[in-house]
C-alpha cells in the first residue's frame, strides 16, 4: 500500500513536467478571430510570434493539473527578453537570503552597495522605501510593480552571476541565462563583475559578500541573433549592419511559464524542487505581481506616468483608460524592448473560477533599424497581447470543469 501511494504521488508530480503540448488549437483559435489576428497571422515570422497557453483544471483535492498548447513554440529562436528575466531574479533574491540561514537576515534587511570594478556604482538610500534604505525586499516590489531596471540590477548583484545562472538550471529552465544587467550597456567584462554587498542593523554588520567576478559566458547555439538592416550607435549614427544580440540575456518562453508554474503551484512540485522560499516569501511575490502601481504607498508611483494597467500588457494592452474588472488578477511579468513585447501571465476570474497561464511574445520594427526608437508597440504588439489575453479568457468562460477551483491563496484584493 505504501508503494501504491509514493507512485501516484509521483505521477501527480511529473503531471508539471511531462504534459504533451498541443500544437493545434491555438492556431485555429487564431483563424477564427481574422479581425483581431489577421495581419500578423499574415506574417507571423516577421512578427516574432511566440504563445505558449496552458489550462489548469483542480481535482476535487483542489491540486493542478495542466494541459498546455502552443503556436510556433521554438526555444532555439532568439527574442530579447527584455524586463522578463526579472522574475526569476526577484525570486533567486529571495530564495538567497533564505538560503544563507542567518538568523538576523532578512528580505527586510537594509543593505549598502559598494563599488569594486569600473562603471560600479554605490547604493546607500532608496527613497521610495518607507525607512528610506534598500532591501531586498524593496526591490522585489519595485520590479514587480512598475519593472524598476535598477531593482533588477541590484538583485543581480546581490545574487552573482554564476550562482543565478546554477540556480536557473538547478530549478529546471533549458534554454536560459541571465548574464547582464540592464539599460546601462553591460556587456563584455563589465557583465562579469558584481559589487561588494553589506547587510547591517544600525552600527551592526549583518552579512557581508565580496565583490565576485563569473568568467563564463554562457555560450548557446541560437538562431536570429543577428535582426535588421541597420542600427543607432551611441553617437545616433546610423550603421548599416545588422544588430547583434550576442551575449545577452536569454529567457525561452517555455522556461518563462516553467518557472511562473513552479512559484504559483509548488504544490505541484517534488519537495526537492521547489523553490526555497517562505510563506511570506511567496505571499510577497503573489502580492506585488497582482497589484496595481496606485495601490503601492512605498513605493509610490505618478498615476500620470505608472496608470493601473502599465503592467498588464496580456488583457489589457497598455490602454490607459482601460475598466478595471475588479473580478480579474493578473500574476505577471512583462517585457518591453527593441520592438519586443513579452507578457508571462496567470490569470486569475475569481467570480467565475477562471484560471490560466498565458505566455506570449510578438514583435514589430518595420523599418529594421534598431536602437531609433521607432516600434510599433501601439499599434501591433499592444493590441495582440490585448486580444489574445481576452480571446483566451473568453474560452476560458465556456470551458465546464468538474471542480471549481479554490483560489483564495491568490485573492490580495483590498
Known amino acids: ?35 483581431l489576428f489577421q495581419n500578423i497571422l499574415s506574417h507571423p515570422t516577421k512578427n516574432e510570434v511566440q504563445i505558449l497557453y496552458t489550462q489548469i483544471d483542480r481535482d476535487k483535492s483542489n491540486r493542478p493539473h495542466f494541459r498546455s498548447y502552443s503556436y510556433r513554440l521554438n526555444p532555439n529562436w532568439y527574442f530579447y527578453p527584455a524586463s522578463t528575466v526579472k522574475l526569476p531574479t526577484a525570486i533567486l533574491a529571495l530564495e538567497k537570503i533564505n538560503d544563507l540561514h542567518l538568523a538576523d537576515l532578512t528580505k527586510d534587511t537594509p543593505l549598502r552597495i559598494d563599488s569594486a570594478f569600473e562603471k560600479q556604482t554605490k547604493v546607500l538610500v532608496d527613497e521610495s522605501a518607507a525607512n528610506g534604505l534598500p532591501s531586498v525586499a524593496q526591490y522585489v516590489k519595485k520590479i514587480l510593480l512598475t519593472s524598476d531596471n535598477d531593482a533588477q540590477n541590484r538583485l543581480f548583484e546581490f545574487i552573482g552571476r554564476a550562482e543565478l545562472n546554477a ?63 541597420g542600427y543607432m550607435n551611441d553617437k545616433d549614427e546610423l550603421i548599416h549592419e545588422p544588430w547583434s544580440f550576442e551575449g545577452l540575456n536569454v529567457y525561452a518562453l517555455e522556461d518563462q511559464q516553467f518557472i511562473l508554474k513552479k512559484l504559483l503551484f509548488p504544490e505541484a512540485f517534488q519537495p526537492k524542487e521547489r523553490f526555497n522560499l517562505k510563506k511570506e516569501d511567496y505571499d510577497l511575490l503573489y502580492d506585488y505581481m497582482s497589484r496595481y502601481p496606485f495601490e503601492s504607498d512605498f513605493p509610490k508611483y505618478d498615476p500620470t506616468e505608472f496608470w493601473p494597467t502599465y503592467s498588464k500588457l496580456l488583457f489589457y494592452g497598455r490602454e490607459k483608460n482601460a475598466t478595471l474588472n475588479p473580478n480579474i488578477r493578473i500574476f505577471n511579468k512583462y517585457g518591453d524592448s527593441y520592438g519586443y513585447n513579452i507578457d508571462n501571465a496567470y490569470i486569475v476570474d475569481f467570480e467565475h473560477g477562471v484560471e490560466f497561464m498565458l505566455a506570449v511574445v510578438v514583435q514589430s520594427n518595420e523599418n529594421g533599424i534598431y536602437n531609433d526608437g521607432r516600434y510599433e508597440y501601439d499599434t501591433v504588439t499592444y493590441p495582440f497581447l490585448k486580444n489574445i489575453g481576452q480571446v483566451i479568457y473568453q474560452e476560458e468562460l465556456k470551458r465546464v470543469k468538474k471542480f471549481k477551483p479554490d483560489l483564495s491563496k491568490f485573492d490580495f484584493r483590498k
Not at 500500500?1 to 493545434?24: C, E, G, P, R
Not at 538550471?169 to 563584455?188: C, E, F, M, P, W
Not at 557581508?208 to 541573433?225: C, E, G, I, R, S
Open 1 to 35: 500500500m505504501h508503494k501504491y501511494f509514493i507512485l501516484i504521488f509521483t505521477l501527480f508530480m511529473s503531471d508539471a513536467y511531462a504534459q504533451q503540448i498541443d500544437t493545434v488549437y491555438l492556431e485555429k483559435l487564431l483563424q477564427s478571430h481574422p479581425d
Open 167 to 229: 540556480k536557473l538550471k538547478k530549478h529546471g529552465t533549458k534554454y536560459s541565462r541571465i548574464v547582464n544587467r540592464l539599460a546601462i550597456g553591460d556587456k563584455g567584462i563589465w557583465a562579469k563583475h558584481t559589487n561588494p554587498i553589506t547587510f547591517y542593523n544600525g552600527k551592526d554588520v549583518i552579512y557581508q559578500q565580496a565583490a565576485q567576478f563569473d568568467p563564463k559566458d554562457y555560450t548557446m547555439k541560437l538562431a536570429n541573433t543577428l535582426q535588421g538592416k
